[in-house]
């Protein structure tokens, strides 16, 4: 699993995750996301997915948490960029409202498995 993190000056930061967001991967993932993103109080989070093979519904609750985080202190989750099979599994989970998805993926997002 991939995790960049890059930081903008107006308060926005942009996450570009790749590969695994599942059971297996998730505990390293929330451990970065907490420890070195959210304790910074970051106005927006941008979670950039379009490199995610598979996601489960721990990556989905993980996408909660990080979204309840940040309403929290006032700050915005979006995605950014998904693959068929994350919005399919978002679409599932009826969560499409609550994690802010875009209204249309942008051309090159890549085919889920």
Do not use: C, Y
């Not at 995790?3 to 451990?31: C, I, K, M, N, Y």
């Amino acid at each position: 699993m991939a995790f960049s993190v890059t930081w903008e000056q107006d308060g926005t930061v942009r996450v570009f995750l790749e590969g695994r967001v599942d059971r297996e991967t998730v505990p390293a993932l929330r451990h970065q996301f907490f420890r070195g993103v959210l304790r910074r109080r970051p106005k927006r989070l941008l979670v950039n997915l379009s490199s995610v093979d598979r996601m489960d519904t721990a990556g989905l609750a993980l996408l909660v948490e990080l979204r309840n985080a940040m309403a929290r202190h006032d700050g915005e989750l979006r995605l950014d960029t998904l693959t068929d099979s994350v919005q399919r599994l978002i679409g599932l989970a009826r969560l499409n409202n609550l994690l802010a998805i875009p209204n249309s993926r942008t051309s090159g997002h890549k085919n889920g498995t």
